[in-house]
């Protein structure tokens, strides 16, 4: 899967990946709002060869793809959408990008592909989104992309990759498709 943007390309992973993601999963201000040490090699190791192999399901029920800058092949981050199974109406998102890059819209942007991802080739009826409330870049950005609170949970532990982790005050935010679709036909907000 390929996604092009007006600034980026979303694409699949690869081994050679891993370096880029290591060196910004290691930066305190990316690390600011996932109450962990920095990610090993190991572990960013694990993390590609997860999401090559997810590329190779057949039927695909997760995208999470490389954030590159499509003019110079640049690795910013990644963005995933998964559900859990082709079947299923509802699924997540997730996404990061490398704090040398914030501030410039390419979240936003590469966001938007995802959704339409998870609505058209997953066809989704709604997307979830996770965020420690006081994430305050990650709370605008998807209120900009029409996300709706649907829960505020209170702090307690974890769950999935955060299980056994104590974790702050945090919303659940949801965009159906219907709000989805309305929101393409809106000015985009920057
Ligand atoms: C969450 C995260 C991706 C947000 O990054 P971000 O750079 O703030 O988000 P975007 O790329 O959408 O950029 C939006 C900002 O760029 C600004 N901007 C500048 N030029 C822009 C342009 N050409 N187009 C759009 N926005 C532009 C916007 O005004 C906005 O600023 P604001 O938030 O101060 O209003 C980033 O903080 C991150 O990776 N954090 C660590 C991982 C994380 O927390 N992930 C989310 C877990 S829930």
């Known amino acids: ?42 572990e960013c190791v694990r993390f590609v060869e997860q999401c090559i192999a997810w590329s190779k399901e057949n039927p695909r029920c997760k995208f999470q793809l490389a954030i590159t800058n499509r003019s110079n092949g640049v690795l910013l981050g990644n963005c995933g959408v998964r559900t859990e199974s082709i079947e299923s109406r509802r699924g997540d ?35 979830e989104a996770r965020c420690v409330v006081a994430n305050k870049r990650s709370v605008r950005l998807l209120r900009r992309l029409g996300f709706e609170e649907a829960e505020r949970v209170p ?19 949801l965009l159906r498709r219907d709000k989805w679709i309305y929101s393409l036909f809106q000015p985009q907000e920057s």
Do not use: C, H
């Open 155 to 173: 702090p307690g532990p974890g769950r999935g990759e955060f299980a056994n982790r104590m974790l702050p005050e945090r919303y659940v935010f």
């Open 1 to 42: 899967m390929e996604k092009l943007t007006e600034r980026l390309l979303l694409r699949e992973f690869t081994k050679q990946d891993v370096d880029a993601i290591t060196e910004f999963r290691r930066d305190p201000r990316y690390l600011e709002y996932y109450y962990r040490p920095a990610y090993t090699r190991e």
């Open 93 to 127: 998102i997730g996404y990061e990008l490398s704090p040398v890059y914030w501030g410039q819209g390419f979240a936003s942007e590469a966001v938007r592909s995802i959704l339409q991802i998870g609505f058209e080739d997953l066809d989704l009826d709604e997307i």
